[in-house]
């Protein structure tokens, strides 16, 4: 008995100590620059107009949404609403990050809240506009790249 006892205590006292170690061995500030790097190519991509490149860096999966003022799409409608943007004449989408805040859920899963301004460049004149918005992406490591999983917005009218 005392055997049996002093095994359930070793065990429960690993379990504690792995547990409190995998919360504690987050290094806050390498996934948030991990994360940072990955938004950089997410606006790069979307400033050079190249929307595949803007689409694979999002999960394609039935739980993927994205959200913006009450438009909610999944990654197929997104995707057709970026072709017909183009199609329509939208060259480019550029943002400018004033402020960004992290929030580690865990190795594999961060939320990051940016408030900016965006632009949409297009052919005409008249559908270039700038309009400040805060965003939300949840970020997903998948096969050790950061992935967007989810992601709500809205602009500032």
């Known amino acids: 008995m005392k055997k049996l006892l002093l095994y ?9 100590y792995s ?6 061995d987050i290094d806050k500030t390498a996934l948030e620059d991990e ?3 990955s938004e950089s190519l ?8 190249k929307i595949n490149d803007v689409l694979a860096m999002h999960i394609n999966n039935a739980e993927y949404k994205n959200i913006f003022n009450g438009d909610a799409r999944s990654y197929s409608k997104m995707d057709s609403v970026f072709k017909t943007r183009k199609a329509n004449g939208i060259k480019a989408y550029n943002y400018q990050v004033d ?5 580690i859920i865990d190795k594999e899963c961060v939320l990051e809240t940016i ?14 506009s700038s309009s400040p918005n805060i965003v939300t ?7 050790n790249k950061w992935m967007i999983a989810y992601i709500h917005g809205s602009t500032k009218k």
């Open 137 to 143: 992406f949840l970020w997903k490591k998948v096969d």
């Open 8 to 16: 359930v205590t070793i065990a429960f006292s690993f379990m504690m």
């Open 99 to 103: 402020k960004r805040d992290f929030m």
């Open 115 to 128: 408030w900016g301004v965006s632009t949409v460049v297009s052919d005409s004149v008249n559908l270039n």
């Open 42 to 49: 997410l606006f790069s991509f979307l400033h050079e107009g």
């Open 35 to 37: 994360v940072a790097k």
């Open 19 to 24: 547990c409190k170690q995998s919360k504690n």
